[in-house]
Every structure is written in structure tokens, then in C-alpha cells.
């Protein structure tokens, strides 16, 4: 049974650092793409980071980059998002997603169709 879940959330003031992982059990992350989405209240869900397959190739939305950083560790099973000079604007429910297309990449959430349970991120003063 494929299951992600998703740690690392909390409140962070503007300029801060978070890291959030997604631990996987049930399949090998290396042979998946994975994807880290947000959702804040009264938006639709928005692709943040995706990796694919083996780590070859990363995407990233505009508004993170620079800022943002995916990263795979093959010997936890885990991907991490390491975010960065967080504003507020970042602050949602940050989910990953996972799915078996080879060697690409996508920020659209319908791409995906394993998903974990979400934790909140809040930026505030």
C-alpha cells in the first residue's frame, strides 16, 4: 500500500527556514516523481517543487525559486523541501504527491495521484 506523510510544518517568522519531508512506504521514491503542493485557504492547489524520477531533473513555480530546494534521500526513503526565506505569502497546507511518470516533471496537481495527509505552514510576525 502505497502511503506518504508529510513532517516538518510549523510557524516560522517572515525570512525564516523550514524543512518538510515526505517519508514513503510501500514503494521506492527513487522510482517515482515526486511533487511538493500547497493549498491555502480560498485557492486552489498549487504546484511548489516537483523531482523526477531518480532526481534527474527539478521544477520549480516561479514565486519559490531561489528560494525553495527539493531534495531526495534514497537511504531514508525520504524527499525534503527546504524552504527559505519564507514570507508570508508561503503560508498554506503543503502537501507531496507521488506518481510513476518516467523522467519528468509536472506542477499539476492532477498528474499525481498518491497523496499524503498535508501539514501546515504559517508565516507570520
Known amino acids: 500500500q502505497v502511503r506518504l506523510v508529510e513532517s516538518g510544518g510549523g510557524l516560522v517568522q517572515p525570512g525564516g527556514s523550514l524543512r518538510l519531508s515526505c517519508a514513503a512506504s510501500?514503494?521506492?521514491?527513487?522510482?517515482?516523481?515526486i511533487g511538493w503542493f500547497r493549498q491555502a485557504p480560498g485557492k486552489e492547489r498549487e504546484g511548489v517543487a516537483c523531482m523526477s524520477t531518480s532526481g534527474t531533473t527539478t521544477t520549480y513555480v516561479d514565486s519559490v525559486k531561489g528560494r525553495f530546494t527539493i531534495s531526495r534521500d534514497s537511504a531514508k526513503n525520504t524527499v525534503n523541501l527546504q524552504m527559505n526565506g519564507l514570507k508570508p505569502e508561503d503560508t498554506a497546507v503543503y502537501y507531496c504527491a507521488a506518481d510513476s511518470f518516467y523522467n519528468y516533471t509536472s506542477l499539476n496537481p492532477a498528474f499525481f495521484r498518491s497523496w499524503g495527509q498535508g501539514t501546515q505552514v504559517t508565516v507570520s510576525s
Open positions: 510501500g514503494f521506492n521514491m527513487d522510482d517515482f516523481a
